[in-house]
């Protein structure tokens, strides 16, 4: 009788229901829910997640805590810092994942900032809908990385972790992103004079 629907189908069935004993009803059901980007929309459905949803679930599925694609796809989608020790951030240096830290320091958010006599203050960008001339801007991370990288040296050290996620703590600070290709934001309105 599943066979009758679609892939689609079956994978939204599978995640409204938010019953896991469905991948037991049938061998199609059981394909979908080994499927990685329906684990993260089966995980990402209902309400808002807090830190006690996001421990009680890897702590009942603890398969999913390990792997690296779900937290890559979920890293998008969410706070990387909630879910205390199961938090995507948090198993990312203790892991060692490669990918997932790529993602993270790839992340960044475009601020106005004012400038004062006094300092800089950042503005948040969602509530201006004009950009202005005279404003400025800079590039903030959404992550930051730099007391927890020392841990993950230290953790890749320990555990042999993969050469690539040690590569990508080291080069880290060489990011690079072009404001005036992506955002059409000259040199001269970010704060430093570089659109870079």
């Not at 089966?42 to 805590?65: C, H, N, V, W």
């Not at 937290?71 to 203790?94: C, N, P």
């Not at 042999?160 to 040690?166: H, I, N």
Request: hydrophobic content about 40%; proline content about 2%.
């Amino acid at each position: 009788m599943f066979d009758l629907l679609s892939y689609q189908t079956i994978s939204d069935i599978f995640i409204f229901s938010q019953n896991p004993n469905l991948a037991l009803v049938s061998k199609t059901f059981y394909e979908v829910s080994q499927n990685t980007s329906v684990q993260a929309r089966y995980f990402l459905f209902g309400p808002r997640k807090t830190d006690e949803q996001i421990a009680d679930f890897y702590s009942k599925y603890k398969k999913l805590k390990l792997k690296e694609d779900l937290a890559v796809i979920l890293t998008d989608k969410m706070d990387v810092e909630l879910g205390w020790f199961h938090s995507i951030y948090r198993r990312t240096f203790q892991y060692c994942w490669a990918k997932c830290l790529k993602k993270m320091i790839g992340m960044y958010k475009l601020v106005i900032v004012d400038e004062t006599e006094n300092g800089t203050t950042v503005i948040e960008h969602h509530k201006v809908k004009k950009r202005k001339l005279n404003e400025k801007y800079d590039i903030r991370p959404v992550v930051n990385i730099n007391f927890n990288a020392i841990s993950g040296i230290f953790s890749f050290a320990s555990k042999g972790g993969s050469l690539d996620f040690f590569k990508t703590l080291l080069e880290a600070h060489n990011i690079v992103i072009d404001t005036e290709k992506l955002y059409g934001i000259p040199a001269s309105q970010m704060i430093g004079g570089s659109n870079l």
